[in-house]
């Protein structure tokens, strides 16, 4: 699985303003909403409950706040890039600024792990991070993320 397979162009955001974990969930279920043309308060209240089980906060500034959606017809991503790190509880607790949302439709336990897979790998390159955190344009994060580079980088 490729990111491209599962995050669009216009699923890309660079986020001001976003000051806590509930702004950054909120910013992330409109886009998905907008993407999926399912309801924001569904999408918030899976990637929520899912969080309230234990962060999703990876480390290194990374989090993959992800959840299962019925009725969803395929895994989809937002990625956001702050531009202020925010508390997340993350396993090494420093805050994040760097977040792939990951949804998945309820039942899809092999294509959601893959998924999540592919972006762990993918966000913890260094050289990718560095691209990440660097780049303005959406347009250009987006390239970065799904640049064949980009899987060789994480490979």
């Not at 907008?34 to 999703?56: D, H, M, P, V």
């Not at 906060?57 to 989090?63: D, E, H, R, S």
């Not at 760097?98 to 897979?117: E, F, N, Q, R, Y």
Request: aromatic residues 4%; hydrophobic residues 45%.
């Amino acid at each position: 699985m490729e990111l491209a397979d599962i995050l669009a162009e216009r699923a890309v955001l660079t986020c001001t303003g976003v000051k806590t974990k509930r702004q950054l969930f909120e910013q992330l279920a409109n886009k998905a909403a907008e993407l999926t043309g399912r309801s924001k308060t569904e999408l918030f209240e899976a990637i929520e409950s899912r969080e309230e089980l234990g962060s999703t906060g990876l480390g290194n500034g990374i989090a993959i706040p992800h959840g299962k959606v019925a009725g969803l017809n395929r895994v989809c991503a937002v990625f956001a890039r702050l531009d202020e790190a925010i508390e997340f509880d993350a396993l090494d607790d420093l805050p994040v600024d760097i977040v792939m949302m990951l949804l998945a439709p309820t039942g899809s336990g092999a294509d959601h792990l893959k998924a999540l897979s592919r972006v762990a790998r993918v966000l913890r390159n260094e050289h990718t991070l560095d691209e990440l955190r660097r780049l303005e344009s959406c347009d250009a994060i987006y390239g970065v993320l799904t640049a064949p580079m980009a899987s060789t980088y994480a490979a």
